[in-house]
């Protein structure tokens, strides 16, 4: 009897151990409030746009400058997308909107957790966490929810024209401008990265979505993706910039003085490289 007593214990305590890991895993590649998942955007005009959650401002970077393009709710920022003169701002309190280039807003979706946005193709794209997909085709004026999979909600990044999203259980597809998706096999799960045809995944894998090739691999899970560079949880690469610290967001867009990369440092500033990533300076502080 003691010992049935204590394998039933110890399958208890192997179930918690189970179940809290599995939560942990959920927490840690969700956006968090501890600096990660840092609303950095290409700017339509060139130079990127950040939203400072700190000082609630629109912050638009450009040629080694930044000037202060609009204020903005208090909220916790979780992901930004720019495209013409509409802004997405996606926080833990709904999806924000502004039409104006950042200098109004308004909450077009309150009371959800949204965690990722995109604007291209004439359609905006934004994912509330564990809940589902919305769209607009109105530079955000009104939403519809898309057709998602059951379950398959928990988005880390979207994409649009090609329309794809990146979630804990792969990566799901729409082929008509994202009104119904669908789950693309042959990919990995926890993808949290989206760039031009490539996912990005927590394990540190790069792999092409057309065909499910794994095109590298890296030592660190994956946060961002541009053209050229992949941000982990351990540096950028493949330069190798910023080893041992967590580079939630990269960026490349242009200026007057060319092409550029900007990166932001969990809990840290925002850095611009003006030679494909072989030197960085810092340009804001949040």
């Known amino acids: 009897m003691f010992y049935s ?63 202060v393009a609009g204020h903005l709710p208090q909220a916790i920022y979780r992901g930004l997308s720019a495209y013409e003169h509409t802004l997405l701002l996606a926080t833990e309190g709904g999806l924000y909107v502004s039409t104006d280039q950042g200098q109004s807003w308004r909450n077009a979706i309150p009371g959800r957790r949204f965690t990722a946005v995109a604007m291209g193709d004439g359609v905006g794209l934004a994912g509330a966490w564990a809940e589902g997909l919305w769209r607009s085709e109105d530079a955000g004026l009104t939403w519809q929810a898309a057709q998602v999979p059951r379950s398959d909600t928990e988005f880390e990044a979207l994409q649009a024209a090609p329309y794809l999203a990146a979630t804990l259980l792969g990566v799901l597809e729409s082929d008509d401008r994202g009104q119904t998706w669908h789950h693309l096999a042959g990919l990995p799960d926890r993808a949290t990265a ?42 950028i690469y493949p330069v190798g910039a910023f080893v041992g610290r967590e580079v939630t967001r990269v960026v490349s867009t242009t200026e007057q003085s060319g092409f550029v990369f900007y990166a932001a440092l969990a809990r840290g500033g925002l850095y611009r490289s003006p030679d494909g990533g072989l030197s960085w300076s810092l340009v804001y502080q949040p």
């Open 194 to 235: 989206l760039y031009d045809g490539y996912v990005g995944d927590w394990r540190g894998d790069l792999y092409r979505v057309a065909d499910g090739l794994r095109v590298n691999r890296f030592k660190a899970g994956i946060w961002s993706i541009t053209t050229g560079l992949v941000a982990t949880t351990d540096g």
């Open 5 to 67: 007593a204590l394998l039933r214990a110890v399958a208890i305590a192997v179930a918690v151990a189970l179940t809290f890991g599995a939560v942990l895993l959920r927490e840690r590649t969700s956006p968090s409030g501890e600096g990660f998942w840092t609303a950095l955007a290409a700017a339509p005009a060139g130079g990127v746009y950040l939203a400072d959650e700190q000082r609630r401002e629109l912050i638009l970077l450009r040629d080694g400058q930044a000037t």
